[in-house]
Structure formats: C-alpha cells, structure tokens
C-alpha cells in the first residue's frame, strides 16, 4: 500500500461544506501519492479545493466542512487518518508535518512576540525554550530577516512579506520530513519570491524536505516542483512530471493553464484566451470551457486515466485503463 | 509623539471635569427661586459653631448667587471645588466632601467587589459557552443570563433582600455593619460588614454577570474563527495554551476597556442596590439628597460621579496600550 | 512618489512597471484627477487641472480607472445592470435606449447581457467583473483608460482575456491606454499585441528607467530593472536565472536622499549616496536615471 519511498499518499479523500443543509462538494474522490524528497505541486484556479486538501491532510475540516467516505492518508507509512486526535498532535503535526498557511496577514497572534509563536511550538512538543532559541534565530536569517530584531517584534510591526518569511521559518522549526505550503510566496514581491523559492528548493535538495507546494501561480509551480498535479472543481484533472505538464499537457484544462501563461523571455505565439465559465455539475465539469468535448463529455463523468505512469480526467484518453484498475 | 498624545488626553479629561462643574454651578445659578440665596440667608441667621466652616460656606455660596459678573463668579466657583470647598451639607451643616468622603468607601467596597467577581465568573463562564457554541448548554446559559440581565436591578435586588433577608432570615436586611459592634480594625467588626455586604454585592454581581459572560462568549467565538487560532492548532500547540494565549488572551482584551468604564461608571449605578439595602453608600446619599432638595451636597455628588467617569474611560484609555501591544498611541 | 516628469501622448500605450511601493498607483490617481499632486502641475490637454474646474470637468469623464479588485469596485446589492445603467442614465437615457445601451456596452466587452444583467456582483467571476468594469468606465466614452493591475486578482486563465480586451478596445476605440503592473510578463504580452508599447520601469517614487518596453525587457539598462527582470519567475525556464541579490539579509530601508535603489545597487557609488540621478538618454529610445551612465 505504502512503499517506504511514498512521503504522503491520499485515497479516495472527499470534503464537503453543508450550508442550509445543501452539500457543496469541494472535493471529490482525491488520490494521489508524494514520492519521499520531491516537490510536488498543487495548481488550480480560486475555489478549485486546493486549501481545503491540504487542511484535510493536517485533519482541520471543521463544520460545515466535513469529510466524507473512508479515505485513507498515509504519512511515511503511518496512518494518519486513524490515530487518535492526541497522538496526532504530538507526533505528527510540525515533527512529521508542517504547514505555511495562505493568510499571511492574520496567522499571527497579534499579542504575541514573534518568537514566542516558535517557543509555544517547541514547548507543546516537549522541547524546552533554551534549546529551541538558537534554531529559531538561526531560520529567522535564513528567511533574510534580522533574527534578533525581527524575534522580539511583534506581527503588527512587521510587513506582509516579512511575516510570511516568519511562518515559512516557523514551518522548518522541528525539522519535518513533509512542509506543506499553501501560497506561501504569493504575498511576496518578485525578488523575495524568487530568494524564498530558492531556499526551499535548497532545503529540499540539502536536506531532503518533501514539499508541497500549492499556488496558482504556474511559473512558480513551473520552476519549483518536480511533479503537478492539477485541480478544477475539486477533482484531479491531471497528475504529471513538472516538465512534462508544463511542456506538453494531457488535459484540456491544463493545455488552457499553460497556454494562458505569457513569458519574458520565450516566445508569445503560443499564448491563447481561455474560455471563461463555471464549472459543469454533470458530464465533466469542464466541459463548459473545453474545446475538445464530444457527446459522451456532456453525460458521463470521465475517469482519471493512466498514461505512462501519469493520470489524466479526460474522455481522450479513455483508451487507456482507469487508475486502480 | 506619545507623550504629546498624552498631554493632550489628560487635558481633554481635565476639560471634560470643568465643564461638569460649570453646568452644575449654572443649574443653581440661574434656577428661577436661587437656592443659593435662600440657604445663604438662613445661613446668616443660624448659630454656627466654627466660624471658620461659616465664611468657607459664604465663600462657596455667594459664587452660586446670580451676582455681580457671572464668569467672575463661575471662575470662583470652579476654584472652591478645586480646592475641596463644597459647601456645607443644607441639613446637617457637616462639609459636603466629609460626608462624601465617609460614604464613597462603602460604595467602593460593594462596586468593586461586585465587578471583580461578576467579572471573572463571567468571563470563564462566557469562554467555556463560546467553546461550547451551539451545544444545549450554551444555548441554555445563555437563555438564562439574557433573561436575568433583563431583569431591572430594583427587582432582582427587593426579590432577594424579601427571600433571603426577611422570609429566611439568612442574612441582614439593611446596614454596612450592625449596632452592637465597635467600629475598628476588630474581627466581629469586620465580620460584621462582610456579612452585611453578601446580598448588596450578590444583586450587583448578578446584574453584571450575564453582561460579561454573553460579551465573553460573542468575543471567543469570534476569535475561534481567527486563523491565528487555525494555525496555532495545526502546529500542535496544545489545547490549554491555545484556550489561555491565543483564544483567551484576545477574547478578553477588548473586555478590559469596558471593565475600567464600568468601574467609573459603577459609583452612580449603585443608588437602588443602597436605597433597598440602606447601604450607607453614596449612592443612597445621593437619594437622600435629591428627595430631600440638599442642594450643595447634590451637587458635590454629581461632580464626583461624573469625575469618576472620565477617569474611568482616561484610564481605560492610557493603560489599553500597555496590555495590548497592537494600540501604538499617536501613531 | 517624488518628482516625475511625464508626458503621454494621445493614442499611445504606456506600462507602468514597479512593485508595491514604488509609485505606481499614487501616479495613477494623479493622472485621473483622483490625487492633487505636492507640487508641480498636471496637464490634461496642455490645461492645469488644478487650476482650471472646467478642464478638471473634462478629466473626470475622458479619463477612466479600472481598479485592480474587480468586486470592490462594484455595489455588491445592485444587479450588473442597475450598476451599468447609473452612468447612463446620467446622460439622459431612458427605457428601451438605455436597455439597449446597456446591453451594447455589456456586449462589447464580451459578455451576454441576457445572462449577467440580472445577477449580483457575487454570482459572476472574477473575469466576467473586471469586464463589468470596463463597460462601465466605457459608457462615458472615454478618451483615456488607466488600468491598475487588472489582472492582478485573477485566475491565471481569465488573465489573457482582459488583457485582448484592452488591447481590442484600444484598437477599436482609440483610447491612450495607460497599464499598471507589477507583471513583467504580462506587460510583455501586452506589448506583443498591440505593439510600441512604452515602458517605465519605477522604484522608490521614481521613474529609473524608460524606453520601449520590449527592448526594456530584453536589454534592461538600470540596475534595479536588471534585478527584477533576472529574479521574475519566468514559465520559460531556460537556467539563464541567475541570483543578483548581494546582501543576505534583506535590507527593507529605503533611501531617502540620493538614489532611492542606493542602499540595494551592487554598483553603488559615493555619488549615489548623495544626490538623485535624473533621467537621462543614454541611447536611442532609452533614458536612465543612474550614474553608471554618467551624470
Ligand atoms: N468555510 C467554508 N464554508 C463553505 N464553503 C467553503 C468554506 N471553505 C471553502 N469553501 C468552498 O470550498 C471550495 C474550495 O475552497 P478552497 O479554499 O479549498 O479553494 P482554494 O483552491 O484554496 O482557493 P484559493 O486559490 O482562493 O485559495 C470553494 O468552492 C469554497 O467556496
Ligand atoms: S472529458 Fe470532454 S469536456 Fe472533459 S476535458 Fe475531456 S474533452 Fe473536455
Ligand atoms: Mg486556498
């Protein structure tokens, strides 16, 4: 089920929210697995369920979210899903796991220092102040803040891209195996952006931190990550090799993404509009935006098919066998 | 900076402080049958003890005339309550800020007392409601303390002062202390006033309580939803430190400006608890003194009330800043 | 913003680039009126706004702003189409003229009238308002567009849309369109559609750097421009990135005398420290205000 070499793997995760007794499904059926030491991506336009998967992953679906189904999430081989809520705060959220949140702004408690958010992280996992102090510093400067000026500070005097450089440091403070960031450079300028991604592309090759990596921004996902995996209306769209997505995309909802991308640098021929429209609740839910449909698109669900070992959620590709199957 | 904001702060209080005083010298000055001359006129023909206590009282009285120049006057006047001058009581010919003086401690006693244990039996019972939001037992003290705060202190008061005091004859009907002790730093005194204080205190504790804990629970529920409290939960931190520096700590800030007005606002918001209890406070001297038409010490009461307001909301406002570090003054 | 000399000519395209805090929106509300500038003046038609009521008449109606969020811009209890029709009824019309207007307006900028008028701001996207926007700020009939970051708050799909829209309306409507933006890349393509697009590149208050923007991309001159154009996160990743930033930790002061990009430039010189370079031609279409090229 899990090799020891599979960092994560998700199965058969559903997450609805239930306002006035309607259930809104934000996602559907997600499986996936993470290879032990990659960077894997989520991309996925506003709404597309990225943050929901990733506060599902970390067991924070509060009402009216609520999961449904029996998923399955292994954690290097550990069931995280099934263990007692204690155990898993203990030892496997900031140990095992680590998040960066998306809201940069509000994550902080403004009546606290900065370093009392890492000293409360340490002690809660029995690791005493003394021996946390030098390591907080020492990430603090690693973001490029000024450690000691920047720890006795307080959230309301920092800046947004300077918080969002706290909770990064803050993410690496009991060296987890697995980070998980939600934008966590969206709120950035483009050289901090581009100084922080390489931080985690260093801690990731160094020190073998599995990343993932959710945004909505796919350059960054195009020079980040090793493997994507694209979400729309809550369901996987496609699962692939970075350079292969980025470069040659299965989906019709990726080649869109990818097309709709201009460059500095490269040509801009390729670059093309997007139809516009809300995702369909029958057939596929792309198939309001999708130039390629065919009958079939409008009745049934596609499944997420295999294709040299990547998947893709497309009636094209039906020739090839469903996954699991 | 601050310090410039501050000057500016105590001045508007000061300010604030004068003007109450203007408007009560005003009310006497220009009220139609001059209460000023009539007690100034059967002041000349008492027979007064300390002659001393008489010009201080003349002296006080003639700003109150209508006379002469009227901001001559109102400045006199403003510079007799500066001083502490505020007349001679009309019935009892003792000086107002004596009476005052011996009255405000009881009121303290009870306010404070009242307020500090409404306070922290509300706001424990409003956070342990917010965390329970939406359970039968939130939904149930809630009913409960919306309907008890409803209910008008003069009631609640009589209610248990009619049960307690006179059906079950637990506790005093009236008083600060009894008769029979001697009045001093002795034990059955102190026994005494205490056993006296529980139903003036437990009437105003049950006035404020269902206030704090409804504004408790509205504020932990509100910052439950903070995604500092999200993130505080998913980095493990544990749940008791969440409840105390994360929920806690936020829910209860916005509480300490209305703990502080409270306070000032409270010296006045006792006369019906003192009036029922005979509490000899001084908000039962300030009934007395408006069903009896005792002018100068109505009037030394209603500036030490309105004083103990606008020092309440200046401290409120000075001291916020120190406990919570996001308030920067004057930037 | 500190002092700025600019001059935009009638049917042009120009791009501001910067990123927060460099002057760009400050700008851009001086150049709709919104913003009375410290000193110096604003000529609109070679007429001082600010000195003339009429002229400042004339501005507010001939000079329209696209705002970068698309849904605040918009009375979220109000159909699109009470929105859209406040403007147009101000200019007299009426019943079935101002319907059909309306639906005109809607129509030009790519959307189905019948299907957005009724809804609220709440029930369309992110795209389909910021073209709401549009069609508001065109029912005056504009002579100028000032677009800030457009683009900014929409999903990277919906982005090439508006920006073709612009690009048509231009076209089609002959506006001097003004676009602001953090985006190198997105300006790029902005410039591959209409073409002769002018650049400026701002840091600090200041203008440092003008020029044609699709050489200003490819051969950046000033020091800070090359810094952003070389740490932007391209979709081309061709390993050409290179790391330009010398100190380790970030220094977020910002000079106040002499050149505002001073306390991050790795050619920093005494001179610099000291007084504000001025714009200067240093080639053929370019201007650059840094001391590596003289001054
Ligand atoms: N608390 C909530 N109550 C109701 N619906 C919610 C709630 N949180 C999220 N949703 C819905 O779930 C879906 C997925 O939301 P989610 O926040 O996971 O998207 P996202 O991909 O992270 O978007 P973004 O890029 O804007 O961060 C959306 O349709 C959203 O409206
Ligand atoms: S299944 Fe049909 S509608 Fe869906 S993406 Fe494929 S072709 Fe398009
Ligand atoms: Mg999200």
């Known amino acids: 089920m899990s090799e020891i070499n599979t960092a994560l793997s998700v199965e058969d995760l559903s997450v609805v929210y239930r306002t006035q007794g309607v259930d809104i499904a934000a996602l559907k059926d997600i499986t996936f697995n993470v290879n032990d030491g990659e960077i894997f991506g989520i991309i996925g336009e506003s709404g597309s369920g990225k943050s929901t998967l990733a506060k599902a992953i970390l067991r924070n679906i509060k009402p009216p979210g609520f999961i449904t189904g029996e998923p399955r999430i292994f954690c290097y081989g550990r069931n995280i899903i099934s263990m007692s809520q204690r155990e898993f705060r203990e030892k496997i959220l900031w140990q095992l796991i680590s998040y960066v949140p998306q809201s940069s702004l509000n994550s902080l408690n403004g009546t606290m220092r900065i370093i009392d958010h890492f000293y409360d992280t340490a002690t809660s996992h029995g690791i005493s102040k003394e021996k946390i102090r030098e390591k907080a510093l020492e990430l603090l400067k690693m973001v490029r803040l000024e450690p000691e000026k920047v720890a006795v500070m307080y959230p309301h005097q920092l800046s947004g891209g300077m918080r969002q450089r706290v909770l990064i440091a803050l993410s690496l403070l009991l060296n987890p195996k697995l980070v998980i960031m939600d934008e966590a450079v969206s709120a950035l300028d483009v050289a901090t952006q581009k100084h ?57 909802y990726s080649v869109s993404l990818m097309s709709s991308v201009p460059s500095i640098r490269g040509s801009l021929e390729g670059v093309r509009v997007v139809k516009e429209g809300y995702p369909s609740r029958v057939g596929c839910p792309f198939n309001t935006r999708c130039e390629y449909t065919s009958d079939i698109c409008f009745k049934n669900h596609p499944e997420l098919y295999e294709i040299n070992s990547d998947y893709v959620r497309c009636f094209n590709y039906a020739t090839n066998k469903p996954k699991g199957s | 900076m601050r310090s410039l904001w501050l000057i500016r702060r105590v001045a508007m209080a000061f300010i604030t402080v004068l003007v109450t005083i203007i408007i009560s010298w005003a009310l006497m000055e220009y009220s139609p049958e001059s209460p000023a001359n009539t007690l100034l006129n059967n002041l000349r023909v008492t027979e007064y003890s300390n002659p001393r206590l008489l010009i201080e009282m003349e002296q006080y009285l003639n700003t109150l005339r209508p006379h002469g120049n009227p901001v001559v006057n109102a400045l006199e006047y403003i510079w007799q ?35 500090l244990i409404s306070f922290v039996i509300g706001i424990r019972v409003g956070q342990f409601m917010g965390y329970k939001r939406g359970t039968k037992s939130d939904s149930t003290l809630t009913m409960l303390f919306t309907v008890i705060r409803s209910i008008p202190i003069y009631i609640s008061g009589a209610l248990l002062l009619f049960i307690l005091g006179y059906q079950m004859r637990l506790f005093p009907s009236g008083g600060a202390y009894s008769a029979t ?69 936020n829910a209860l800030l916005p509480l300490y400006t ?36 005792d002018y100068t010490l109505e009037m030394g009461i209603f500036i030490i009330l309105i004083t103990a307001v606008v020092i309440g909301v200046l401290l409120a406002d000075l001291t916020y800043s120190l406990i919570d570090p996001r308030v920067k003054t004057g930037d | 913003m500190k002092k700025i000399n600019l001059d935009i000519n009638e049917g042009e395209s120009l791009a501001i680039i910067g990123e927060s805090g460099a002057g760009k929106t400050t700008l851009g509300r001086v150049l709709v009126g919104l913003q009375r500038p410290d000193a110096g003046e604003y000529l609109y038609d070679n007429i001082n706004v600010w000195k003339n009521r009429r002229a400042m008449k004339r501005l507010r109606k001939e000079v329209q702003y696209i705002y970068q ?41 790519g959307l189905n009238a019948g299907e957005v008028e009724s809804r609220y701001p709440s029930q369309l996207s992110g795209g389909q308002l ?158 650059v205000a840094c001391y590596i090229y003289g001054g």
């Open chain 3, 130 to 287: 910021q073209r709401v926007n549009i069609a508001r700020a065109l029912s005056v009939n504009p002579r100028v567009l000032i677009a800030d970051e457009p683009v900014t708050m929409l999903d990277a799909s919906y982005r090439i849309g508006i920006i073709d829209l612009l690009v048509r309306l231009k076209k089609e409507r002959n506006l001097t369109l003004v676009f602001i933006t953090h985006d190198l890349a997105i300006s790029r393509y902005l410039d591959y559609r209409i073409s002769g697009v002018r650049g400026i590149v701002m840091y600090g208050g200041i203008i440092v750097e003008r020029g044609d923007l699709n050489s200003l991309i490819k051969n950046p001159r000033h020091p800070y421009s090359q810094y952003l154009v070389n740490s932007t996160i391209d979709i081309v990743n061709d390993g050409e990135l290179q790391s330009v930033s010398k100190s380790n930790v970030e220094n977020i002061t910002r000079a106040e005398i002499g050149c505002p990009y001073s306390t991050h430039c790795p050619f920093v010189m005494e001179k610099c420290k000291e007084k504000e370079p001025l714009l200067m031609k240093i080639e053929e279409n370019r201007e």
């Open chain 3, 69 to 109: 969020d698309p849904i605040s811009s918009l009375n979220p209890s109000k159909t699109i189409y009470e929105s859209m029709s406040f403007p147009l009824r101000k200019q007299g019309l009426r019943g079935d003229a101002l319907r059909e207007r309306v639906s005109e307006l809607l129509k030009e900028v």
């Open chain 2, 258 to 293: 209305s703990l502080v007005i409270a306070i000032g606002f409270s010296f006045g918001g006792s006369v019906f608890v003192e009036q029922i209890f005979s509490y000899p406070g001084i908000g039962n001297l300030l009934y007395y003194s408006i069903t009896n038409n």
């Open chain 1, 196 to 252: 922080i991604l390489d931080i985690i592309k260093d801690l990731n090759k160094s020190m073998g931190i599995t990343v993932i990596f959710i945004t909505h921004d796919i350059a960054i996902a195009a020079y980040l990550t090793h493997t994507i995996m694209v979400l729309y209306a809550g369901e996987i769209m496609e699962i692939g090799k970075t350079e292969r997505i980025i470069k040659s995309p299965y989906h019709p």
């Open chain 2, 181 to 249: 002790v001697q009045v001093g730093l002795n034990l059955p005194f102190i026994e005494s006033v205490l056993y006296h204080s529980i139903l003036p205190i437990a009437t105003l504790t049950l006035a404020n309580l269902g206030g704090w804990a409804l504004h408790m629970r509205a504020n932990t529920i509100y910052t439950l939803g903070e995604d500092y409290v999200t993130y505080a939960e998913l980095r493990g931190i544990t749940s008791r430190q969440i409840e105390t520096k994360y929920v806690g700590r």
């Open chain 2, 81 to 115: 309550i500066l001083h502490g001058n505020m007349g001679l009581d009309v019935i009892s010919q003792i000086p107002v800020t004596k009476i005052i003086a011996t009255a405000i401690p009881w009121t303290i006693f009870i306010v404070s007392t009242s307020l």
